[in-house]
């Protein structure tokens, strides 16, 4: 039987192995997804010499950057984004090789176009500066709106801390991406501390968080006029996309 699977670190209440196993019946294939909890990244190495089935596996926190120095090969958006979340094991022989793809990028861009639904976005705030914040960037980049991190530490190019954002910056980007944990389960009260008093009804805030499927941040918004969007559909767009590339040759 084909294994497939998913490496990260507090992985409870994942959605993948549900997701995977009901697309395995759905197309009728013999294949298992497994979740592995690790400490470290390095443990990836025993768990793919292991695992002789083990045929690709999703990447999730807090490893979407530290899985890159464990890669063969890695496709070009990763190595301009710096994060991988699909890894596709390929055998030959003795040799076993791990090839990177960042598929949250797919899953971002085509769920923000219908969001954005025609609107001529400039400028946008990312929270967060982790694996999905670059992702989210690149997609930004690619679409031309310019933005700016917001973080606990800015000491980066372009970052801007949380207690700097006042009335001028919320009210002159209308797209607010949420890419922190802030108000993931089990931390439903959690919310990035942003003042949500400067939004406005031309505001759209999306939330990659997908568990709980409303969050404070995104409650936060509807209560000021502003139009809110969860991950859900990103996670199942992402995890599409990851398909794909475990059933594809190259
Ligand atoms: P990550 O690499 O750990 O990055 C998260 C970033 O958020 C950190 O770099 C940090 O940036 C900030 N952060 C962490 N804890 C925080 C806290 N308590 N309060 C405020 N900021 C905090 O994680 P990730 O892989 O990017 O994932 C982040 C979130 O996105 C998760 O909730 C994940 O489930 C979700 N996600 C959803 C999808 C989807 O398909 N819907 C895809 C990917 C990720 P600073 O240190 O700069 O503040």
């Given at each position: 039987m084909v294994l497939y699977g998913l490496i990260g670190n507090n992985l409870g209440h994942t959605f993948s192995p549900a997701f995977f196993s009901e697309k395995f019946i759905e197309l009728n294939i013999k294949a298992a997804y497994q979740v592995f909890e690790l400490d470290?990244?390095?443990?990836v190495l025993s768990i793919v010499r292991e695992n002789e089935n083990l045929a690709g596996f999703n990447v999730t926190i807090p490893f979407k950057k530290a899985i890159l120095k464990m890669l063969n090969e890695m496709d070009p958006v990763v190595s301009e984004t710096g994060s991988a979340n699909t890894v596709k094991v390929i055998r030959d022989k003795q040799k076993v090789r791990l090839k990177g793809y960042n598929t949250d990028v797919v899953g971002f861009e085509q769920s923000l176009l219908p969001f954005l639904s025609g609107r001529h976005i400039r400028k946008a705030l990312v929270l967060g500066t982790g694996g999905s914040a670059a992702a989210v960037s690149f997609v930004l980049h690619k679409l031309n709106i310019s933005h700016l991190f917001v973080s606990r530490n800015p000491d980066k190019k372009d970052t801007v801390s949380y207690p700097s954002l006042d009335r001028e910056i919320i009210q002159s980007h209308p797209l607010i991406i949420n890419t922190t944990p802030a108000g993931m389960f089990p931390d439903k009260k959690g919310y990035p501390d942003i003042p949500y008093q400067y939004l406005t009804s031309g505001h759209l805030l999306y939330d990659l968080i997908y568990n709980p499927p409303e969050t404070i941040f995104m409650k936060q918004g509807k209560k000021y006029g502003a139009e809110t969007k969860s991950g859900e559909e990103m996670l199942r767009l992402q995890a599409d996309a990851s398909w794909e590339i475990w059933c594809s040759g190259g």
């Open positions: 470290n990244i390095d443990e």
